[in-house]
């Protein structure tokens, strides 16, 4: 029987990762819950442990903690999911009928949708369905791979910044892959608060410009955390 591994990095997402959780639960795939903590001081943990999901408790930084969830994962597909991205009914099982349908294909990504009601939020939208035409797509949109092709590209790297990235230009050039049309997901817009769409756009620009130049992660990260584009 083919199962299916789900990653969730998570540092204090107490407020929703019950909620993703408990939409795991009623998924009726063969599935592994893996949470990967990076030191949640909140009630992020107890309510994993409530769940009955694996529990993982490293070092924070998003690219290790899926690092190390697919490290101890033992499922024949990878799935990487965020804590405030909403897992609608089915989505599970369109994953195993995707890649079932498509057996040349080595992973994808669901389309995205964004949880805000601005004009940036419905432009976002628009904009993330184009750049997955031009094969970009990152972490906030359910990534998904088989593990054989995950031990064929590599794993996602322990980097600060740029983890999904790194990996979708790998999973790319490895071969075909799928974009999910439905159900879609629904992530959440709260890292766009209180910031000007101009400099988020002019922010996301000069981070991939840099990383093309060869810019380390760690420095992108201090730019991009401590500076907050």
Same mark, same amino acid.
């Given at each position: 029987?083919?199962?299916?591994?789900?990653?969730?990095?998570?540092?204090?997402?107490?407020?929703?990762?019950?909620?993703?959780?408990?939409?795991?639960?009623?998924?009726?795939?063969?599935?592994?819950?893996?949470?990967? !903590?990076?030191?949640?001081? !909140?009630?992020?943990?107890?309510?994993?442990?409530?769940?009955?999901?694996?529990?993982?408790?490293?070092?924070?930084?998003?690219?290790?903690?899926?690092?190390?969830?697919?490290?101890?994962?033992?499922?024949?597909?990878?799935?990487?999911?965020?804590?405030?991205?909403?897992?609608?009914?089915?989505?599970?099982?369109?994953?195993?009928?995707?890649?079932?349908?498509?057996?040349?294909?080595?992973?994808?990504?669901?389309?995205?949708?964004? !949880?805000?009601?601005?004009?940036? !939020?419905?432009?976002?939208?628009?904009?993330?369905?184009?750049?997955?035409?031009?094969?970009?797509?990152?972490?906030?949109?359910?990534?998904?791979?088989?593990?054989?092709?995950?031990?064929?590209?590599?794993?996602?790297?322990?980097?600060?910044?740029?983890?999904?990235?790194?990996?979708?230009?790998?999973?790319?050039?490895?071969?075909?892959?799928?974009?999910?049309?439905?159900?879609?997901?629904?992530?959440?817009?709260?890292?766009?608060?209180?910031?000007?769409?101009?400099?988020?756009?002019?922010?996301?620009?000069?981070?991939?410009?840099?990383?093309?130049?060869?810019?380390?992660p760690e420095t992108l990260a201090r730019l991009y955390y401590g500076k907050r584009l």
């Amino acid at each position: 029987m083919t199962t299916l591994s789900v990653i969730i990095p998570t540092l204090n997402e107490a407020g929703r990762i019950e909620a993703v959780l408990a939409a795991l639960a009623t998924e009726s795939v063969a599935t592994e819950i893996i949470v990967a !903590d990076g030191g949640s001081t !909140d009630g992020t943990i107890a309510a994993v442990q409530r769940s009955g999901a694996i529990l993982i408790e490293c070092d924070p930084g998003r690219g290790n903690q899926l690092y190390q969830g697919a490290a101890m994962a033992t499922g024949d597909i990878l799935f990487f999911l965020h804590a405030d991205t909403n897992l609608p009914k089915g989505a599970l099982t369109a994953i195993f009928d995707q890649l079932s349908a498509h057996p040349e294909a080595g992973g994808g990504n669901f389309r995205l949708l964004f !949880d805000g009601d601005t004009k940036f !939020d419905r432009w976002l939208i628009g904009f993330y369905r184009w750049i997955r035409s031009q094969g970009v797509y990152y972490g906030d949109s359910g990534i998904f791979v088989r593990r054989s092709v995950y031990e064929t590209i590599g794993p996602i790297r322990a980097i600060p910044l740029m983890e999904d990235y790194d990996f979708t230009r790998r999973l790319e050039r490895h071969g075909p892959t799928l974009c999910i049309e439905e159900p879609p997901l629904v992530t959440s817009s709260r890292k766009f608060l209180g910031r000007h769409p101009v400099a988020i756009v002019w922010g996301w620009l000069l981070i991939h410009a840099l990383w093309h130049l060869g810019v380390k992660p760690e420095t992108l990260a201090r730019l991009y955390y401590g500076k907050r584009l």
